[in-house]
Antibody
């Protein structure tokens, strides 16, 4: 059974930094592209970033480019999201998700999420 | 790509409901759509991928289809446990980014 467990969320001041982690188990970690998707409580889903299995291909949504960095450590089955220059509109639940890629990329397994609150 | 869903739908237990997802796309309708269910307080769960395929463990009461730039999720034999938010999603292969619809709240009344 695939399991994803996020950690690292919390309260941070505007302009601050936070590093999220996501541990994966139940699958061969380096064979799966991984993603971060966020959701403002009570609002819809927003894709944030994707990293390929070996980390050589990375994509970001425009609003986080230059501020967030997605990375992974396949030796420890860990996915990361380094978030710098945080703003109030980054406040959200951050989910990590695996990606199924055959005909089209799909977010097939999701973690339970970690809440990031950016506020003074 | 932009995916547009109705904000809400409702139906009675045992009935059939459809949720639409309209795509205005740089992929010209060639993209594949997936559907996600999010029960209140829980993480999203994949229901349908590649327009009409169900992951193992998803009941056949849930089905998906796509024609041109319009995708549809159909739920038959509605149960109170189906009350949730439903999101369509796709990958824009031209711009290399993930896209979700705004979500549809299903009420089973």
């Amino acid at each position: 059974e695939v399991q994803l467990l996020e950690s690292g969320g919390g309260l941070v001041q505007p302009g601050g930094s936070l590093r999220l982690s996501c541990g994966g188990s139940g699958f061969t970690f380096d064979t799966k592209a991984m993603n971060w998707v966020r959701q403002v409580p009570g609002k819809g889903l927003e894709w944030v970033a994707t990293i390929s299995g070996f980390g050589d291909t990375i994509y970001y949504t425009d609003s986080v480019k230059g501020r967030f960095t997605i990375s992974r450590d396949n030796s420890r089955n860990l996915l990361f999201l380094q978030m710098n220059s945080l703003r109030a509109d980054d406040t959200a639940i951050y989910y990590c998700a695996t990606m199924w890629i055959q005909l089209s990329p799909t977010f097939d397994n999701w973690g339970q999420g970690t809440l990031v609150t950016v506020s003074s | 790509s932009v995916l547009t869903q109705p904000p809400s739908v409702s139906a009675a237990p045992g009935q059939r409901v459809t949720i639409s997802c309209s795509e205005s796309s740089s992929n010209s309708g060639k993209s594949y759509v997936s559907w996600y269910q999010q029960v209140p307080g829980a993480a999203p769960k994949l229901l349908i991928f590649e327009n009409d395929r169900r992951p193992s463990g998803i009941p056949d009461r849930f089905s998906g289809s796509k024609s041109g730039t319009s995708a549809t999720l159909v739920i038959t034999g509605l149960q109170t446990g189906d009350e949730a938010d439903y999101y369509c999603g796709t990958w824009d292969s031209v711009l290399s980014l993930g896209v979700f619809g705004g979500g549809t709240k299903l009420t089973v009344v």
